[in-house]
């Protein structure tokens, strides 16, 4: 198993740019949720799914977009990106809703320009 | 509304040091507890949770009791190594994964 991987590790992109940031996990996890973390801040929870054409909100959702159109794959699409979301992001899952633990992947460090 | 803090870091020891890292919480109900630790370059990895009052959570030489009175989960360690150097997150979640709320994290460096 691969667990959760998300892909580009790092990205820079210029005040306006459009982008997603890629999220996979081969465990079969129903839950899958997006981070990001900035210093100090500890890790904020930006869109959350407890399953396939299930998506909500978290703490922090203002400039995100989400889908979740298959169990695997949990895209974070950034419309126009703002040097507010200079930030590390982080993907998650676990096997549902109640379950404790989460399974991370290894971070997208992003910076706007 | 819900919320963790964990002491200020960064935080530097010596190998064999013996370690705590403090760690309260508010909620409204009753939380589940967990520290998750973020070696340099990768994910957070679970290290280990308590689900109810005085449970003890350990892993790796790791160990944090869940007390309720006085809404604490504070992580300790005998004897440290080089190898424990990490950044250490305290969470709680109220409703298993979905509510998933973390500490600020504490940057540990642990010196031969």
């Known amino acids: 198993n691969a667990g959760v991987t998300q892909t580009p590790k790092f990205q820079v992109l210029k005040t306006g740019q459009s982008m997603t940031l890629q999220c996979a996990q081969d465990?079969?996890?129903?839950?899958m949720s997006w981070y990001r973390q900035d210093p100090g801040m500890g890790l904020r929870l930006i869109h959350y799914s407890v399953g396939a054409g299930i998506t909500d909100q978290g703490e922090v959702p203002n400039g995100y977009n989400v889908s979740r159109s298959t169990t695997e794959d949990f895209p974070l699409r950034l419309l126009s990106a703002a040097p507010s979301q200079t930030s590390v992001y982080f993907c998650a899952s676990s096997r549902d809703r109640t379950s404790y633990e989460q399974y991370f992947g290894p971070g997208t460090r992003l910076t706007v320009t | 509304g819900d919320s963790v803090t964990q002491m200020e870091g960064p935080v530097t020891l010596s190998e064999e040091a013996f370690l705590t890292i403090n760690c309260t919480y508010t909620a409204t109900g009753y939380p589940s507890l967990f520290w998750y630790v973020q070696y340099p370059g990768e994910g957070l990895q679970l290290l280990l949770k308590?689900?109810?009052?005085?449970d003890k959570g350990s892993n790796k030489g790791f160990e944090a009791t869940y007390r309720k009175e006085t809404t604490s989960f504070h992580l300790e360690k005998g004897s440290v190594q080089v190898s424990d150097s990490a950044v250490y997150f305290c969470a709680l979640t109220l409703q298993g994964a979905q509510k998933l709320v973390f500490g600020q994290g504490t940057r540990l460096t642990i010196n031969p």
């Open positions: 308590a689900t109810k009052a005085d």
């Open positions: 465990m079969n996890h129903e839950y």
